[in-house]
Structure formats: structure tokens, C-alpha cells
């Protein structure tokens, strides 16, 4: 049963401290996505990565947060310094480029930073 | 969500139908997804529409008309399962660039 693993499934931590976001898709797809969701502003996409290239990182702070895809089967999200307005879920997905249907999300990581 | 509108809440009867609209930007359009996300879970592929009409997938179908920058969803002879967030998204750019709106939250009653 292929899918989109994310670890971890919850963090707590305290303002300041750095968060590392897990990610790994399904195996053989070629793009990846990172969106954080919040109630006010609903799913918002962070990060777009294409055969592990970066193609699209225009909706992350940049001072703050940055996304890498060490490998084919990795893609992490890291936070640092974390700040209480970074509370709520991310997402990773996966797909094929050439099959925009298919795009499978993982189960998210909610953090909360107090 | 980016110039994606789409009703906050709805409320509808076991069995009945409803529709939940959508409207968005229009420019450096591709398709339009839908996406049912239960609570506390991950958001799953509905419908992608690329071309102007309805489409019909089961007890869900969905429409589209570019010109009008509208979509809606209906779903047929709602079930109690049914009570869910659909989240309206547009494809736009030169890659896979997708823009949620906020989401709609259905609740369904007996």
C-alpha cells in the first residue's frame, strides 16, 4: 500500500527551538510538496521540489524556514528559530509531473510552538 | 486561500443533494481540483476538471466553466460520511502550482 510517510505525527516544542519536518513519498514519484494549513488561511504551499531540484519556494519565509531533499526518498522541512505563528499542520505530498491528478498527501505534522 | 472563494460552512440532510460553489481567479489557469479532507486527516483527491462541463464520478460530480471562473461540487444522497471539509483548488503555472481556498466544512444531519 504505497504512501506518503511524514514524521513526526505531533510536535510541541518552545519558541526558538528548531523543527525538522520528515517526509518521504511514495516511492518513484518525482515531485514533492510541502503545504502548511491553518484555520484562517487554509492550505498554503511552502515548497515544490521536481527530481529533487527546488523549483518553487516563494510562499516559505526564507529566514526561517527551509526546505531539502537529501534524496530521492527524503524531504525535510526545517524551522529554526520556531515562533508560536508557525502552529499548525504541515503536509507533504507526492506525484508524477506528467500525471497532475495523482498527487497523494501524507498525514501531516502538527506542531504547536508555545 | 489566493482568490479562491468558496463558502466557509453548510449544513444538509442525510440523503439529500447539495452543491458547493466555488469561484476563482481565472488568469494562468490550467484545471480545478477537488479535495475531501476529513478532520484530523489528510485532504484526498475528488475531481480534477480541465475542460468546461460537468463530470460525473459516482454520488459526486463536478462542473466547470473557465469564462465564469466557477466550479461547483454536488454530491448526491449524502451520507452521514459525508460531513467533511471539500477544498476548492486551482492549477495554475507552468508546473503543478496548486492553490487551495479555505475550504468548505459540510455537515451533514440525520
Same mark, same amino acid.
Given at each position: 500500500?504505497?504512501?506518503? @510517510?511524514? %514524521? ?22 518525482? %515531485? ?23 523549483? =518553487? ?5 526564507? =529566514? ?6 537529501? =534524496?530521492? @526518498?527524503?524531504? %525535510? ?8 505563528? =508557525? ?13 497532475? @491528478? ?13 | ?22 469561484? $476563482?481567479?481565472?488568469?494562468? &489557469?490550467?484545471?480545478? &481540483?477537488? $479535495? ?6 489528510? !485532504?484526498?483527491?475528488?475531481? $480534477? ?9 459516482? /454520488? &459526486?460530480?463536478? &462542473?466547470?466553466? /473557465? ?22 483548488? /486551482? ?18 444531519? !440525520?
Amino acid at each position: 500500500d504505497a504512501r506518503v @510517510t511524514q %514524521t513526526p505525527r505531533h510536535k510541541v516544542t518552545e519558541m526558538g527551538q528548531e523543527v525538522t519536518m520528515r517526509c518521504q513519498p511514495i516511492l518513484g514519484h518525482n %515531485t514533492v510538496f510541502w503545504y502548511r494549513q491553518t484555520m484562517m488561511q487554509g492550505l498554503e504551499l511552502l515548497a515544490y521540489f521536481r527530481n529533487r531540484a527546488p523549483l =518553487d519556494d516563494s510562499g516559505m519565509p526564507k =529566514d526561517r524556514f527551509s526546505a531539502e531533499m537529501p =534524496d530521492a @526518498t527524503l524531504a %525535510t522541512l526545517k524551522i529554526q528559530p520556531s515562533e508560536p505563528r =508557525d502552529s499548525a499542520v504541515y503536509f507533504c505530498a507526492s506525484g508524477l509531473v506528467d500525471r497532475v @491528478t495523482e498527487a497523494f498527501f501524507g498525514q501531516g505534522t502538527r506542531l504547536t510552538v508555545v | 486561500g489566493q482568490n479562491i472563494d468558496q463558502p466557509t460552512e453548510m449544513t444538509a440532510t442525510e440523503g439529500a443533494i447539495v452543491q458547493i460553489n466555488c469561484t $476563482y481567479q481565472t488568469s494562468g &489557469f490550467n484545471g480545478l &481540483f477537488w $479535495y475531501q479532507q476529513h478532520a484530523g486527516e489528510a !485532504p484526498t483527491f475528488l475531481s $480534477y476538471n480541465v475542460l468546461d462541463g460537468l463530470e460525473e464520478k459516482g /454520488r &459526486f460530480s463536478s &462542473f466547470l466553466s /473557465r469564462s465564469k471562473g466557477y466550479s461547483y461540487l454536488l454530491l448526491k444522497e449524502l451520507q452521514m460520511k459525508d460531513s467533511a471539509s471539500y477544498l476548492c483548488a /486551482r492549477n495554475s503555472g507552468g508546473y503543478q502550482k496548486v492553490t487551495f481556498g479555505t475550504g468548505t466544512k459540510l455537515q451533514v444531519i !440525520p
